[in-house]
Each structure stands twice: as structure tokens, then as C-alpha cells.
């Protein structure tokens, strides 16, 4: 017993890793305590802002937040002097002033010695309000400065199953993991959620009995049923363009691989298609490329389940699959890079499932993460250099954050029950 | 019931054959598409014009499928692996007689030694073993003298495979054992099917005794005239 106390608590502490591919490339970013300038905001108020800033650098895949000191504290006071930060070994630096009820950030590379002043932006007071002002505001840091997608005002979607075991609602939440709010209230079974839009996103609900495809908005959270088909019908997932749905369906007796195009107001164009079957075979997690050619889905056609890439053919033949992920016996939960470069999965790795990374340029795999837990359902952010997953023990099942960059996973869910299935959402 | 397997031998025979290209529900499946077109909805995400028509060569099923099958020889093959595609009716849909699925209840006493788990080898969905087969062939027999009783088999996976795999997997064997019961001449639609995947476990634990009980198809059952 207090072995296994002892083990858990162990396990509990240790981190999940994220292995780079070179050195970690994360230039050194100061920031500087707000300014406040005859702003009423209390200082508490303050502080949380900045707290939502410093992740937000912290985690954009590109700097590191390097610790407060008086000196550099003093510096910040004066004009921003690239050659005096650069001798610090500072790459970045970023000077907020609180101004009455508005925010203005400065930013200034040491390398070029380019100062960039942001437009300010109006602040309520209210944190959880003022939150997402700031990730907009960073987003136009990452923007300007790495030439990146934005992605740090995108919200992420996720499961919550409580302490009835067969019940899960859906979740969003932003990208920090912060404004967590329930979005369904089916008291059902809802699972695999994926933005169609910034409002809207498809899931899976069992409200009605056998699992079924559902849209809806993620202000009211009530579901309507999208595809009219018998059986079950589960893991939909979206082209970019929202022109084409792949999902799961056992309406031909199997559990197949199945394409509904849509045209771009939304409407069904035609009858959902059978795409891919093979005898004796399980299909699962399909994911597009982002044009939508081709679709990489789990089968255990040929023995243990691995991820295969088809073309989305429409000659009604069955396309050739092709196997990608060699290096592991047990694959599934593909996701593909919004840019099209990689397709995250996840593999069995000496008995704990991490997470992969299949690089479509050079072929190869490689793991990404270590670290106890089973992480599964691997999401990419819009800018393909993060991307979330679900990490489980026995005691717990929490979504994470990662990037490409950075050699920590982030746990950014907390509170009861098992968190599972995060999708990420749209620009 | 040699006669139904007998009798289903001689048709499967003869479809073989002649190359009949028919599914279950008697659907021709190649060379029937239909000239038509197929009605679509309303937008769901765009604006909600009138109801419009479209064609895409090549893609137009069989009129009284809901979806457009594969071409492919090999998953129609009679021998290979049989498959029934789901009942056109739907539980709890107007006008198909059968309840929605709430109404389902776990078989009691008598019924209950009936309506067994039947278990399953890690990540297969084939039941091996005359035990298996046997309970399988009881709960056709009941099913053929019971044609008012409706059954929902739920197709679970034990708590080791990624859960959005054990979905899928979950579904295979509960059509597994739908297509089984069809075989031995039930109804196609008194059968339907529910994948849990590894979520509704029947034994809580982290062992392989847990592990074989969970990987089961499960029975429940509506009987109209009850």
C-alpha cells in the first residue's frame, strides 16, 4: 500500500517531456512589471494580467520569459536601448503600461533593434473578460515578431466525464486552459467534439441512444443531428474547408470509413459515401490533410491497429491504403498538421502510449513525448507547433499542452473528473 | 435449424455463383443507380435557402440505401466476411414499431440465462469457441419463436486499447454478433447495435480476469408484448 502510494506519488510529480529535435531554440524574452499610470485597477488585477501575458510568451513555442530583476526592472523605466539588453543577453524584451483603462505593449528585438509599439487595448477590469484581449494582443506579438499563425485566441474544446461513469459534456476553455466553462448539459455521453467554426463544433452524443454526429453552437450547447444514417456513427472530423466530414459508421454491417461532402453554405451534397471497408477489419480516428485529398485513419486490417493514408477518391473503388506509422506495433489517434507537414499520433512506446510525430517531408517517426500516463487524442494548434492531448492514469485524466519547442508538457486542466478528447479551434 | 443453416448454405451457394451483387436487405448494390437525384437539406452552416438537388457521377446509391456502398467485390463475398448491413429501422423513430432505446432492459431470470455476455480475444471481434457459438445459437432460437422481442447489442472493449479505437472496435463486435444472429435467420430488425467502447466497464480492476470479462458483447431486450 505504501508502496504504491509511494509510486503514484512519484509518477503524479514527474513530468511529462517533450523531445526536441535540435537544441531548444527559445530566445530569452523579458518582461517587465506593468506600468501602472493613473489607472484605478488594483494591483491584484494587475498581476493577473500579467500573469496571462507571461504564459502566453512563456508558451508560444518561440521565447522564454527570463526572471525579474531590479536591474533590468530599472532599465524598463528609461527608453528601451537594444545594445544595453543585448549585453544582458536579452533577445526580447516587452514593456507594458496600464493607462487609465487601456494596455500598451511595446516590444523590442535587441537583435535588429526594432521597436514596435502595439495598439493599445481597452480593459474592463474584469480578468476572464480581459483575458482574451491579451491573448489577442499576443497574438500579434507572435505575429510580428516569429511571422507565426495566430493561435493564442483560439479556444480549445474538451471532454469532461464525471463521477457517473457513463457521462461526458463537452468543454471549451482557452488555450491556457483558463475560462473553462461547460457547454453541453445533455447529462448524456458526448465525446470527440471539432470546431466546424469559431461558434460552431460536431460531436458525438448518445443522447438519443446509439452514438450519433451532432452540431452545435458553443453558446447553448444544444445539439441537432447532422447525418441521417442508421447505426452508430462515431470520430467525425472536418476538412478545413468544411467541405467534406469523415467519420465512423457501422451502417454496412462493418465499422467503415465514411465521407459526406457538403457544400460551402453547409448543405449535404449527396449521400454520405462509403469510402474505405476491409474484410475483418476495424476502422477508426479519421483525420483530412488540409486540402482535403487525402485522409490518414486507423485500421487493423493487416494485425494491430496502425495509421494508413487513403486518397479521398470519388471513383466509388476502394482507395489503396498505405501504412505510415512502421515504427510501432500499435498506432491510433492520427491528427494532421494544419500545415500540412506532420501527423501527430499516438503509439504504444514500452507499454505507456506517447505521443508521435510522422513527418511527411523526410518519412520518418519520431516520439515526441515521455513520461507516465497514456497520452492519447493529439490535437495541432493552427499555428502546427502546438498542439494538445489527453494524458490518463489511474487516478486521473488531464489535457496538456505541448509544443515543438519546448521540452515540458503543460497540464492546463484541473478540477474532478476525467478530461479526455481536446480538439483545438479555428483562427 | 440445420434446415435455416442448410437452406442459407444453398443460397449463399448460388449467390456466389451467379455473382449476385445484393446485400442483406436485397438492395442491388452494382449497376442500379438510380436516375434521379438526391434531396438535400437545409444549410447548417450556411444560409438556409430552398431544399436544392445535386448529382456527382458516379456517387448515386441505390434508392433505398442511405448511403453509397463501396464497389468492391471482396465485401460482398459470401465467404469471406459475411456482413448485414443495419436495419432500416430505426428505435424510437415514428412508425418503426421498436422503442427508443431506453426502453431496453437487461433480460431477467430466465432470459438472463439466455441473453449471456459472449467474450472476445484482445482486439478481436470474432467469437471463437463452441461456448460462445452455443449461447449465440440459443438467443437465435429465442429470437425465432420471439419475433416481438427486439434486442440491442452493446459492443464493449476492456480498458487497455486508446479509447477512441475501443469505440470503433466496440461497434465491430456487436455487428459481429448482429450479423451471427442474422446468419441463423433473426429478423435483421429486431437486431440493433450500441458501441460503448471501454466506457461501461462490466468489472472494475486492472487485471486480466477484468480484462476478459470486459471485452463482451452485452444483450438487452424490448418485447412489445410484454
Not at chain 1, 508521435?356 to 497520452?375: A, C, M
Not at chain 2, 465467404?79 to 418503426?96: I, R
Not at chain 2, 431470470?109 to 461456448?131: C, M, P, W, Y
Amino acid at each position: 500500500m505504501i508502496f504504491s502510494l509511494l509510486l503514484f506519488g512519484l509518477s503524479a510529480e514527474e513530468e511529462i517531456r517533450v523531445h526536441l529535435t535540435t537544441e531548444s531554440l527559445l530566445f530569452p524574452l523579458y518582461l517587465g512589471a506593468l506600468q501602472n499610470e493613473e489607472s484605478s485597477f488594483e494591483n491584484e488585477y494587475l498581476q493577473d494580467l500579467e500573469t496571462v501575458l507571461r504564459f502566453d510568451l512563456q508558451y508560444n513555442g518561440h521565447t522564454h520569459v527570463i526572471e525579474k530583476e531590479g536591474e533590468k526592472e530599472k532599465l524598463l523605466l528609461a527608453d528601451l536601448q537594444p545594445m544595453a539588453w543585448k549585453k544582458m543577453g536579452v533577445a526580447y524584451v516587452v514593456k507594458g503600461i496600464v493607462h487609465h483603462r487601456h494596455l500598451t505593449l511595446m516590444a523590442l528585438s535587441t537583435q535588429t533593434g526594432r521597436l514596435k509599439s502595439f495598439k493599445e487595448i481597452p480593459l474592463s477590469g474584469e480578468i476572464a473578460q480581459d483575458r482574451r484581449q491579451i491573448h489577442k494582443l499576443v497574438d500579434a506579438i507572435n505575429q510580428e515578431i516569429f511571422d507565426t499563425s495566430t493561435f493564442a485566441n483560439t479556444q480549445i474544446l474538451y471532454c469532461v466525464q464525471g463521477s457517473d461513469k457513463f457521462a461526458s459534456e463537452i468543454w471549451q476553455c482557452d488555450w491556457d486552459g483558463k475560462n473553462a466553462r461547460q457547454v453541453t448539459k445533455e447529462h448524456s455521453y458526448c465525446v470527440s467534439p471539432v470546431f466546424l467554426s469559431r461558434s460552431q463544433f460536431l460531436y458525438v452524443s448518445y443522447k438519443n441512444g446509439q452514438p450519433k454526429i451532432y452540431i452545435a453552437s458553443v453558446n447553448d450547447g444544444v445539439g441537432k443531428q447532422l447525418i441521417d444514417l442508421k447505426g452508430n456513427q462515431l470520430l467525425p472530423a472536418l476538412t478545413p474547408s468544411r467541405n467534406k466530414l469523415a467519420f465512423i459508421s457501422d451502417a454496412g454491417g462493418r465499422t467503415d470509413l465514411f465521407v459526406q461532402p457538403f457544400s460551402e453554405d453547409g448543405r449535404e451534397m449527396g449521400k454520405p459515401i462509403q469510402l474505405f471497408s476491409y474484410p475483418r477489419s476495424t476502422q477508426a480516428s479519421p483525420t483530412f490533410s488540409p486540402d482535403g485529398s487525402k485522409i490518414a485513419f486507423v485500421s487493423d486490417k493487416d494485425g494491430p491497429p496502425r495509421v494508413y493514408i487513403i486518397p479521398v477518391s470519388d471513383s466509388g473503388k476502394r482507395g489503396e491504403a498505405h501504412l505510415i506509422t512502421k515504427q510501432n506495433k500499435e498506432s491510433s489517434c492520427p491528427a494532421w498538421s494544419p500545415d500540412g507537414t506532420k501527423l501527430a499520433y499516438s503509439a504504444k512506446t514500452n507499454a505507456i502510449r506517447q505521443i508521435w510525430i510522422y513527418d511527411f517531408k523526410t518519412g520518418e517517426e519520431r516520439q515526441l513525448t515521455s513520461g507516465p500516463g497514456n497520452k492519447e487524442n493529439p490535437f495541432w494548434a493552427p499555428d502546427s507547433l502546438h498542439l494538445v492531448f489527453n494524458s490518463t492514469d489511474p487516478l486521473s485524466s488531464e489535457i496538456y499542452l505541448a509544443n515543438l519547442n519546448q521540452p515540458e508538457a503543460i497540464k492546463i486542466t484541473h478540477g474532478p473528473g476525467k478530461k479526455h478528447y481536446p480538439t483545438w479551434g479555428r483562427k | 435449424m440445420r434446415t435455416i443453416y442448410l437452406s442459407l448454405l444453398i443460397v449463399s451457394l448460388f449467390c456466389g455463383i451467379t455473382g449476385c451483387k445484393k446485400n442483406s436487405n436485397n438492395v442491388c448494390w452494382d449497376d442500379s443507380r438510380t436516375s434521379g437525384h438526391y434531396k438535400v437539406k437545409g444549410a447548417l452552416w450556411g444560409s438556409d435557402d430552398n431544399i436544392a438537388s445535386s448529382d456527382k457521377d458516379g456517387f448515386i446509391g441505390p434508392a433505398d440505401e442511405d448511403f453509397i456502398p463501396l464497389k468492391d467485390e471482396d465485401l460482398k463475398a459470401q465467404f469471406a466476411d459475411k456482413v448485414t448491413p443495419q436495419s432500416n429501422l430505426v428505435p424510437g423513430a415514428q412508425g418503426s414499431g421498436i422503442p427508443k432505446m431506453d426502453k431496453f432492459r437487461a433480460p431477467l431470470s430466465q432470459l438472463a440465462s439466455i441473453f449471456r455476455n459472449v467474450l472476445f480475444n484482445t482486439d478481436d471481434h470474432i467469437l471463437r469457441g463452441k461456448e460462445a457459438l452455443a449461447t449465440i445459437d440459443s438467443i437465435a432460437d429465442y429470437l425465432l419463436e420471439h419475433p416481438d422481442t427486439f434486442v440491442f447489442i452493446e459492443g464493449h472493449a476492456d480498458e487497455r486499447g486508446p479509447e477512441a479505437y475501443n469505440l470503433a472496435l466496440g461497434a465491430r463486435r456487436a455487428n459481429y454478433v448482429r450479423t451471427l444472429l442474422v446468419q441463423r435467420g433473426v429478423n435483421n430488425d429486431q437486431l440493433h447495435t450500441v458501441s460503448y467502447g471501454k466506457e461501461k466497464p462490466l468489472v472494475i480492476g486492472h487485471g486480466a480476469d477484468a480484462w476478459t470479462k470486459n471485452r463482451r458483447a452485452q444483450f438487452k431486450i424490448y418485447q412489445s408484448k410484454a
